[in-house]
């Protein structure tokens, strides 16, 4: 559900975990041009994230990021414009409670790479789908302030989001990024538990 193999479903074990137990990922930040990002609902009213997927093993990481961008919200490579990715990885440690033991590789957390990407289409020139996976991630969807993310977000990703969305903030916005949210500090300090 939140990493490594969601409950009820079976790895194919492809995915790519490194040594360490740490399941490679893509994450996709995609925006309009009102500097507002896509925020999916997942599955079930289960909360709201950026659609993200695992790497496979031997997968370019550019070729996992259009396939994720296709199978979890129906969008093609055509559709959008590579602005940015993070600099390196960024790793969190999934609460003890969601670690998978004893079926498959060890799979403590995530370390991913994330991108943003722009559209590069009219709005109305496309659909959002979430039928490209028998299982899919999000069953709706939302446009979002830059900053919004950090709040809805489970809370142990909360720091993923604060970091990425932070360095990825000078891509985004080159003239000067949108000032923090009033709840910014207190979501952050708050934003703990397993």
Same mark, same amino acid.
């Not at 994450?27 to 993200?52: K, N, S």
């Not at 079926?103 to 020139?125: D, H, M, N, T």
């Not at 991630?137 to 990425?164: C, L, S």
């Given at each position: 559900?939140?990493?490594?193999?969601?409950?009820?479903?079976?790895?194919?074990?492809?995915?790519?975990?490194?040594?360490?137990?740490?399941?490679?990922?893509?994450? $996709?930040?995609?925006?309009?041009?009102?500097?507002?990002?896509?925020?999916?609902?997942?599955?079930?009213?289960?909360?709201?994230?950026?659609?993200?997927?695992?790497?496979?093993?031997?997968?370019? $990481?550019?070729?996992?990021?259009?396939?994720?961008?296709?199978?979890? $919200?129906?969008?093609?490579?055509?559709?959008?414009?590579?602005?940015?990715?993070?600099?390196?990885? $960024?790793?969190?440690?999934?609460?003890?409670?969601?670690?998978?033991?004893?079926?498959?590789?060890?799979?403590?957390?995530?370390?991913?790479?994330?991108?943003?990407?722009?559209?590069?289409?009219?709005?109305?020139?496309?659909?959002?789908?979430?039928?490209?996976?028998?299982?899919?991630?999000?069953?709706?969807?939302?446009?979002?302030?830059?900053?919004?993310?950090?709040?809805?977000?489970?809370?142990?990703?909360?720091?993923?989001?604060?970091?990425?969305?932070?360095?990825?903030?000078?891509?985004?916005?080159?003239?000067?990024?949108?000032?923090?949210?009033?709840?910014?500090?207190?979501?952050?300090?708050?934003?703990?538990?397993?």
């Amino acid at each position: 559900m939140f990493g490594c193999v969601a409950p009820g479903k079976t790895s194919d074990m492809s995915d790519w975990i490194d040594a360490e137990g740490y399941r490679a990922n893509v994450g $996709i930040v995609l925006m309009r041009d009102t500097g507002e990002v896509f925020l999916g609902q997942r599955t079930g009213a289960r909360g709201w994230q950026f659609p993200q997927g695992g790497i496979r093993q031997g997968e370019p $990481i550019e070729q996992a990021l259009y396939r994720e961008l296709r199978e979890e $919200i129906g969008l093609e490579r055509q559709h959008v414009s590579l602005a940015g990715s993070t600099r390196d990885w $960024i790793r969190y440690n999934l609460p003890k409670r969601y670690v998978r033991r004893g079926r498959g590789p060890l799979c403590i957390g995530q370390k991913q790479r994330w991108y943003l990407l722009r559209l590069a289409v009219p709005e109305g020139s496309f659909e959002f789908s979430f039928t490209h996976t028998g299982e899919p991630e999000f069953d709706g969807w939302r446009w979002a302030n830059y900053w919004e993310p950090v709040r809805e977000v489970i809370y142990f990703k909360r720091p993923v989001y604060v970091q990425m969305l932070t360095e990825l903030a000078q891509i985004a916005f080159p003239a000067g990024t949108p000032p923090k949210p009033e709840w910014w500090d207190s979501e952050i300090a708050t934003g703990t538990g397993d």
